[in-house]
C-alpha cells in the first residue's frame, strides 16, 4: 500500500483564547476560517487560515484548564514565511515584543505567543 498524505492542520492549545486570537491576526495576519464549540461548552476549537494555503492552524481552548501548558524544551515549532520587506517585518515583531529568538547568520528569527509557542519567521521565497 502506498499512502498519499497531505497537510490538513496543526494544533496549539491555549489558555485565552481571545488573547490568542487577536495575537495571530496582528502578529501574522491569520484569520479564523472556522470554529466548533463543544455542546456543553467544554472546549472550543478554532481554525486560522492564512487565505493562501490549504493548511490551518487549530486553536484549541479548554474550559477547564488553568495551568500553562508544559512546552518541554520546545524543540518543535511552526514555521511561516512573510511577504515584503523582512527586516521591516523583524522590526514590527520586535515593537510588538514577542521575538524571542534570532540567528542572524541563519537569516532567521522566532516569535513568541502568548502559551509560550514558537514561531520560526522566514522571508517569502
Not at 492552524?57 to 514555521?79: A, F, I, K, Q
Not at 522590526?91 to 514558537?118: A, S, T
Amino acid at each position: 500500500m502506498v499512502i498519499k498524505s497531505k497537510f490538513d492542520h496543526y494544533n496549539f492549545n491555549v489558555l485565552d483564547l481571545e488573547r490568542s486570537l487577536a495575537f495571530y491576526e496582528k502578529a501574522l495576519g491569520l484569520k479564523e476560517k472556522r470554529r466548533k464549540v463543544a455542546a456543553d461548552g467544554s472546549f472550543i476549537l478554532v481554525y486560522l487560515t492564512d487565505e493562501q494555503t490549504g493548511f490551518l492552524l487549530e486553536l484549541t481552548w479548554l474550559r477547564d484548564r488553568v495551568e500553562p501548558y508544559d512546552l518541554g524544551e520546545c524543540e518543535y515549532h511552526l514555521c511561516m514565511r512573510v511577504p515584503g520587506d523582512y527586516d521591516e517585518v523583524r522590526r514590527y515583531h520586535k515593537e510588538m515584543g514577542c521575538v524571542c529568538f534570532e540567528n542572524e547568520e541563519m537569516g532567521l528569527y522566532f516569535i513568541e505567543d502568548p502559551d509560550g509557542y514558537w514561531i520560526e519567521i522566514l522571508p517569502e521565497q
